[in-house]
């Protein structure tokens, strides 16, 4: 029998695991759904195929844009190898729309276009709700130098760039999404990387139609089956087949 795998940490909707190499880490996505940090929780059969699957094709496809992320590759449906990194204790959040808290702290009515791509920060800590930081803050406490966040707001931006772009291709409207950006040492020479995840637990993504929810607020605000969104969005993309091709060959005469 395989010895036991070395859990690293355990979240909300991931479990870590040391990986087979050095530097290496087996992010493990999970069924559970939570919301207002940990007050809700549901498990919703298959979320975690989904975001697997979501996260390897947004990963993929930034790093063919040449976005540098965390990921190595997919090893089953519901794991995926990434390089071990040092996250930076923020969550870095863009937003294209209002929604959701800034909607509520500003009083705008959710939906209203915003001038400009918004790039914000919250400190990552679950115990005290994720409190929004401003710059001042994440230099003064160390966090981050002033070269990271700029280098964390021009890596946002072009995320938001592809991941837009790659959207609204399918009909979603990319409202807003969060990321973790985590550093990665080569011999002395430190870069930073798109890490954690992306995938709909992360975004706000509404159909350019309908204004329907595809995303966690689904679950949020008990809108419908967080499954049936999700697979929506990966239907859209072609990530997961629709109609599996049956396996029997035809013969032709």
Same mark, same amino acid.
């Given at each position: 029998m395989a010895p036991r795998r070395k859990k690293i940490y355990e979240g909300k909707a991931k479990i870590l695991y040391e990986g087979p190499e050095p530097g290496t880490i087996v992010?493990?996505?999970?069924?559970?759904?939570?919301?207002?940090?940990g007050q809700k929780k549901a498990?919703?059969?298959?979320?975690?195929?989904l975001n697997n699957r979501l996260c390897e094709f947004f990963m993929m496809g930034l790093q063919n844009v040449g976005i540098p992320t965390h990921f190595l590759r997919r090893l089953n449906m519901r794991e995926q190898l990434v390089r071990q990194?040092?996250?930076?204790?923020?969550?870095?959040?863009?937003?294209?729309?209002a929604a959701g808290s800034i909607a509520k702290r500003?009083?705008?009515?959710?939906?209203?276009?915003?001038?400009?791509?918004?790039?914000? =920060?919250?400190?990552?800590?679950?115990?005290?709700?994720?409190?929004?930081?401003?710059?001042? =803050?994440i230099i003064a406490f160390g966090w981050a130098n002033q070269q990271d966040l700029d280098d964390i707001v021009s890596l946002a931006l072009r995320v938001n760039d592809f991941l837009a772009g790659v959207f609204y291709g399918v009909g979603i409207k990319l409202v807003d999404f969060k990321i973790e950006i985590g550093r990665v040492w080569d011999g002395d020479f430190m870069r930073l990387v798109v890490a954690d995840e992306i995938s709909p637990d992360?975004?706000?993504?509404?159909?350019?139609k309908t204004g329907e929810h595809l995303d966690k607020d689904v679950f949020r605000r008990d809108?419908?089956?967080?499954?049936?969104a999700y697979s929506e969005v990966a239907r859209r993309l072609g990530v997961l087949p629709t109609n599996p091709e049956p396996t029997k060959p035809t013969l032709i005469n």
């Open positions: 992010q493990y996505f999970k069924d559970d759904a939570t919301a207002g940090n498990t919703i059969e298959g979320k975690g195929v990194v040092e996250i930076i204790p923020l969550e870095v959040i863009v937003r294209n729309f500003l009083g705008m009515e959710e939906g209203t276009a915003l001038p400009r791509p918004i790039v914000e =920060y919250s400190y990552k800590n679950d115990a005290l709700g994720d409190p929004l930081v401003p710059e001042e =803050y992360s975004c706000r993504l509404w159909d350019i809108l419908g089956s967080l499954t049936d």
